[in-house]
């Protein structure tokens, strides 16, 4: 595998512009990219030149920063790749097709399914240029779930005990926009016993009783205080800096 061709996008609604040269940095993303952001799982978006030639797409068009020129079906979340001599991404989910390519061609929305590209995640950062060579590294980190209930059920268990994340930071954490805040209360309340959600705030701090009953006295037993239902202590937000390990979990020798 290698790189084709690398984009930056530097203003919102505005298409990617072309690069000589990306420069990325561990746990963010893209510098001038406005997608670079400590804690989500979308920092990079790796599109195939397969794709693209079967649909009809202009490099570009569909947003990405690495155009490639293998077909990204046969890799999997949690794969590591290795671009250049020193950028490590890690794999996340597949990312889903939106509204947005019907400006492209009406009914790719619905035909392009996987292909639309693969988001990453930057674990060591570095500068890639055209026709660095992409190679599958041997490491691996736990798979995500393309959907967002299935990321929601592999963040909650990983929040640390004593420490809660804001319904902004959570919608963060599993890459989708503001829009899933309306889907929230029905992952809280349809959660399995032995998830964590006690440990999910409102934005604001504000505890949400409405979804989960005993939320305050789980968070007093974990050493979390409230003034009026509502954590102010910052200290016991979990910072998004550790929303994803950049240290490898395990080795898979083959």
Known sequence: MKVIGLYRK???GEPVIPASVLKLNPGEGIEYDI???VGSPRQVLIVSQKTLSE?????GELGENFFIDAPIEPLQSGQVLQIGSEVLIRLMFHCEPCKNLEKIHPGLMKRIGIQRGFLGFVIQGGEVF???IIRLTSDRFPALGDRAKERFWEFVPRIPAGKVVRTSNL???LGVSSAYYRAIPTFLKTAIQ?????R????DGSLLPRYIPDQAQQLWAEGIELQRNKVVNSDDF?????FYPQILIHNNPN
């Open 200 to 203: 999910i705030v409102a934005a």
């Open 10 to 12: 530097t203003q919102s």
């Open 171 to 173: 919608l963060l954490a």
């Open 130 to 132: 055209p026709e660095d």
């Open 194 to 198: 032995s998830l964590p959600v006690h």
């Open 238 to 242: 979990w910072p998004p800096i550790n």
């Open 55 to 59: 649909f009809q797409i202009k490099p």
């Open 35 to 37: 997608y670079r952001q």
